[in-house]
């Protein structure tokens, strides 16, 4: 079974410019979450989705950040503009979340973006 | 705002050693899980454990929750090099997860 596979590694940008972040996740998980990740801390749920409804983005900058998940399979992250505190690792993450499931999530490598 | 926290925030063993985190939070939850992170990777789950169990067993690894105390423990046993790495608990309630700051562990060889 493939993993949850996210794009581009790494990213360097330049503050207010402009990034985005692909994630695939695991065939048949209905359920995606992004997760941002400071050096030293744990990761920090931004965005949940159930298939392509959102089911929490309390803690999402919405002036800056925004997420879609088109046809409930895909999702893109993009940040826009970039601020000096962006930089992290974004990680992306799936689970089955069926009723009654775990709810055990599978994490992609993650996205490191320096922003300058 | 991230509920409860791991500690001890680091742990340095020898290789045999046994190494014990502990995870509090702060309202009921479903379950607890806990994961593993090593340096620069993803997370990798380790081991649920549901509001009702009250130990589970997983290899080298032992989870324990006590809900009255709000409180959850991972011990790995007979440590070895390649267990370094940050050890993080998510606490699951209303389905949106939040996890800790993260133990993290090296172990000497």
């Known amino acids: 079974e493939a993993g949850v596979a996210q794009s581009p590694r790494y990213k360097i940008i330049e503050k207010r410019q402009s990034v985005a972040f692909w994630c695939n996740p695991i065939?048949?998980?209905?359920?995606l979450y992004w997760y941002q990740q400071i050096l030293g801390q744990g990761p920090k749920l931004l965005i949940q989705?159930?298939?392509?409804?959102?089911?929490?983005d309390s803690q999402l900058p919405k002036d800056r950040f925004s997420a879609e998940r088109l046809k409930g399979v895909d999702s893109t992250l993009k940040i826009q503009p970039a601020k000096l505190e962006d930089s992290a690792v974004y990680l992306c993450?799936?689970?089955?979340?069926?009723?009654?499931?775990?709810?055990?999530?599978?994490f992609g490598p993650g996205t490191r973006l320096t922003v300058l | 705002s991230q509920q409860g926290e791991e500690d001890p925030q680091a742990l340095s063993i020898q290789e045999g050693e046994n190494a014990t985190m502990n995870c509090s939070y702060k309202?009921?939850?479903?379950?607890l899980q806990w994961y593993r992170q090593n340096s620069g990777r993803g997370l990798v789950h380790l081991i649920l454990?549901?509001?009702?169990?009250r130990e589970k067993h997983s290899g080298r690894l032992r989870v324990t929750l006590d809900t009255s105390k709000k409180s959850s423990s991972l011990l790995i046993t007979a440590s070895r090099a390649a267990d370094t790495a940050s050890y993080f608990c998510?606490?699951?309630?209303?389905?949106?997860?939040?996890f800790g700051r993260g133990t993290s562990l090296i172990v000497h060889p």
């Open positions: 989705f159930q298939n392509n409804g959102v089911v929490d």
């Open positions: 309202t009921s939850i479903n379950n």
């Open positions: 065939s048949g998980h209905a359920t």
């Open positions: 998510a606490k699951e309630g209303s389905y949106i997860p939040t």
């Open positions: 993450a799936s689970s089955l979340l069926t009723s009654g499931g775990d709810g055990t999530q599978y």
């Open positions: 454990i549901r509001s009702n169990e």
